[in-house]
C-alpha cells in the first residue's frame, strides 16, 4: 500500500488517512488518532540525523537490540475497529511482530518509509475503488484529489466501514 492523501473529515474533524493499492485499484481510509496524524503530515525523515517525532526514537532502540522495523501491517477489522502489527527483523532474519495501534504503525512506517501492508480480507471486506474517491485519479493534483475527497467524506462516517 501508500500513502495517497491525509485529510480531515469535515464532519468529525477526525484526520483520515488514505491508503492505496500499489498494484490495483482499490484504496482504504483510515481514521487516525491527531498525534499520529500530526506525525504523518510531517512526512518521512530527511536524514538519520532528524528525530523531531515521538516515533523515531523506536528505530534506533529496536536497532540497539539487534532488529530491525521493516513494516507495519493492518490485520484485522473487528467491529469497526482496525488491529495492527509493527513487522521487525531479528539479527537471524527471523520476523517478530508487535501489536501496536494502527495510527502509531502507520506513523513510523511513513516516518521511516516502510513498507504498509493490509490484509486482503480488509481490502475485501472495506476496501473501496480509489476511483470513486478521487474520480480524477489518485495521482491528480493534490487540490483537485482533496476537493473530490472531501466531496466523499461529507456523507461518509467510520461505521461505513464496518
Known amino acids: 500500500m501508500r500513502m495517497i492523501r491525509l485529510v480531515v473529515h469535515a464532519q468529525s474533524r477526525q484526520p483520515v488517512l488514505v491508503l492505496g493499492e500499489v498494484e490495483g485499484d482499490r484504496c482504504l481510509p483510515v481514521f487516525l488518532r491527531p498525534q499520529q496524524a500530526e506525525v504523518i503530515a510531517v512526512g518521512p525523515r530527511a536524514q538519520a540525523e532528524d528525530q523531531g517525532q515521538a516515533q523515531d526514537v523506536l528505530v534506533p532502540v529496536v536497532g540497539a537490540l539487534g532488529a530491525r522495523v521493516v513494516g507495519a501491517e493492518i490485520t484485522a477489522l473487528v467491529d469497526g475497529v482496525y488491529s495492527a502489527d509493527l ?13 501496536v495501534r494502527p495510527s502509531d504503525a502507520l506513523a513510523v512506517a511513513v516516518r521511516e518509509g516502510l513498507a504498509i501492508g493490509v490484509a486482503d480480507e480488509i481490502l475485501d471486506e472495506v476496501g473501496q475503488p480509489t476511483d470513486d474517491l478521487f474520480p480524477d485519479g489518485a495521482d491528480a493534483p493534490p487540490q483537485k484529489q482533496l476537493k473530490d475527497f472531501r466531496e466523499f467524506l461529507e456523507d461518509v462516517t467510520p461505521d461505513d466501514f464496518r
Open 87 to 99: 513487522v521487525l527483523r531479528d539479527a537471524e532474519a527471523a520476523e517478530v511482530r508487535v501489536s
